[in-house]
Each structure stands twice: as C-alpha cells, then as structure tokens.
C-alpha cells in the first residue's frame, strides 16, 4: 500500500509543509473557451494552472439524466417541481455507496439547481462551468474566498479541483507567495486548496478504525443491545452463515469502539478548553465526533445485517472516565489515545477498502479519509502542545518511542483473518501496522522532533 499520502498529511499538520518551492507566476495566460465558444472567465497558464478571471455568464444547462419514474425515492416527477432555486433539473441519482437509509439503497429521484453567474450563488460562492469542475453535469455554485484576479494581490484567483480519493472538492482561492506548489505538476498528486482553505499545497489521496475511550488504560465501550435506531442499511452480499457469526461480530466490536470514540473527542474538548486552545482545534474535534458517530452507525448496521437482528450500543459506564486536565495527562491522553492509534487505524482501513466488495468500498474510503483527518488533528494537537508547553518535549519523546514499542509487539500478534476481506476485514492487519508503524509514525515523530535528517520529509 501506498504510505506517502498518510505520512505527508501528518507531516502537513506538524507544520513540514511539503512540497517544493514553486514559481508564482501564470505564464501565458489563455482564455478557456466553452465547447459553445463562449468565455468562461477562467484562464489556463503554461503551467495547467487554472485562475478565474472574471464572472461571465453561462448556459446554465443540467445534461444529467432525467427521471423516469421507476426510481425507489421519488423527490420530484419533471424540472417543473424544482423550483427552490435557479435553473432547477429532476435528476436521476444513483446510490452513493453509503446506503443511508432514506433512499433505500437504490436510485432517487432529486432536484438539482445550476448557475449561470455568480449571482445565482450565495455569498462566498462562485458559478464554475461543468466543464471545469469534474463529474458536475451543470454550472455548479463553488465555495471562493475571491471571485476574480482583481480580488488578489498576486493577481491570481486561482481554482482548486482535488479528488481526494473519495470525492472532488472545488473551490476558488487567491494565490499567495506562502504557497507551497503552483500547479499539479509540482506535487506527487495534486496541487490544491489547503484545508483551511488558505494556501494552495501539494495534496494527497488519503482516503482511509479510531480513537478508543481509555480508562486507567483500558479501552472503554458500551455493550451490545438489540435495538434499531443506531443502524443504517446495506445492500452487501450475504457470505455463509459461519462467517456470518464471525463478521457480526467483528463489526459489533469496530462499532462499539467508534461510538466510544465520540466519548473520547468529548473529553479532547474539554481538556482543549481548559488548556485555552486555538478554535481550529476545537472545531476539528467536534468535527471528529459527529464523524464517529456516522461511523458507528455504519459498523451497527453491518453487525446487524450480518447478526439478522438490529444492533446498537448499550449505556456506556463513565465511571473513572473524566477528564483530567494536567497538561502532563494531556499530554499522555493524546499520545495513547490519538496520534499512533488513530494513524494506524486509518491506514487499516484504508487498506481494507482496497480489498472490499464495491458496495462497501466509497464508504469505508470515506471513513478511511475521515480517520486520516483525525490522526492530523491528533498530531497537529500534540505540536500545539509542544509548543506551549516545551518542557514536555522529553516526556513525549519517550512516550511515543514507548508507544509505538507497545504497538508493534501488539501488531505481531494480531492474528491473520483470511477469507473475510471483501467484507472489509484485512487479511492482515498486524503487517499493515507494522509497515505504518515503519513508514509513516516513526518519520512524523523524527519530523516532530526535527532531529537529524529529518528535513529532509519536509
Ligand atoms: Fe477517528
Ligand atoms: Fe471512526
């Protein structure tokens, strides 16, 4: 598997910025013509880099499919029913690949709205042609934080279409001399928006199981209960009932560690509060608890399918579970808890989508990506840390080395799981820690540490 897009996301959140440095210049600036001739305020440099210029009008065609009727949800019946915004299309819609309950696993029928100018979006959008942003069959309303070049000192509005492996995030913002690439022929991957929507960086695919609750260093959860509303449905193939058994119960255990994890972003909070930390922290972290709790009940509703009866947690004991709020026991907290642990559970699952049957393939890659974003959150943390409180340094050195000790003779006696993995259980799944353990935490942490040759990864 390949490491390098996890370990660059976690160099990124301790502040290596990789990539190189790029020349930021658009040479030979070239209109981009629509296929009707028309111009689409967009122009391409030399380079392949795409910037908008200016808000032109387009012909706010939708060519996707049509309704026809037979759809399992049906939220409209003709464009004449689309009437809460512009240009308003009834398009037939495949299923994701999450099997969320409310379309019942099949087609729907839905209203789609398109554009023709900037004017037809809210406030801090951009009307982009379909032709520039990937699979969109209309002018879609893109988030900008700069609608023409005359927006940006650099004179450059730049447009940022990254597929992260999940999904394509377009968006427009200005070009600044703190970017880390220019264009896509820069970076490994992609040449795209920051997170933060501020600085275009070289981006990586990294569409990647969590965050345990530990108590006295034990991972806390809630016992299995039959009940229904912590389920989603899936339509997966059914294997033979033995394995039925073993994959319900696999998933029950998956699950109830995700809804744990919603314990333990709970508890990063409040320790986040009382150490007086940034908001983007903080936002990340409520960001990663509602992640949790969509992930747990995804994991339900497969133990469920595989289980023939609906599952779903029982009360979780929070007895010794509080928080304590000694920047030291933070500092502890994070290390168990979040950094190594989240950083492997993200490369696991990613590897385990790579394997799985494609029903169950776009949602594990999303949560595989959402992971990912956990362990950046769980490392730029620690960095945080590390920065208010440098006496800890020593400590977390030693902790992590002590960490990652623990976690590689607990990788070695994983026991392999053939036969299951187009359910989404790696084979595996102690070689693919060991190889993160190798490749992407022991890199981070000498990065962390910025000891010798570490400059290296930046
Ligand atoms: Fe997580
Ligand atoms: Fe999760």
Redesign the pocket.
Known sequence: MNMMPLRLLLLIAIGCPGGKESALLCEDPQTILLTDGSNSGFERCADEAVNRVSDQPIDPVNSGPRCVGDEDVQNCSTDADCTEGPHGACIHQEPDGWGMADTAGGPSCSCEYACSKDADCETGAICVPDELSPNATRPVCVPATCDSSEDCSSGECGLSAFHNGCWWVVTAICRDDGDGCHADAECEDACAADTGGEDFVCQTTSCAI??PLLVEGEARVAGVVQRGDWTTSSAIPLPTPGSCAQLAAYWNRVAALEHA?VGSFARFTLQLLALGAPAELLSATQV?AG??IR?ARFAYGLASTFAGKPQGPGPLAMDKAGSSFDPQAVLYGLIDEACIG?TL?AAELRAAAELADPTLRGTLLQMAE??GQ?AALAWKSLRWLLQIHPELRPLARQGLEVGMARHRASAHSMAPQPGLERWGVHPAAGEVHLQTLARVVAPVVRALFEEEGASALC
């Open positions: 969590g965050r994890s990663a992640d949790e992930h989240e559970g959402e992971e956990h």
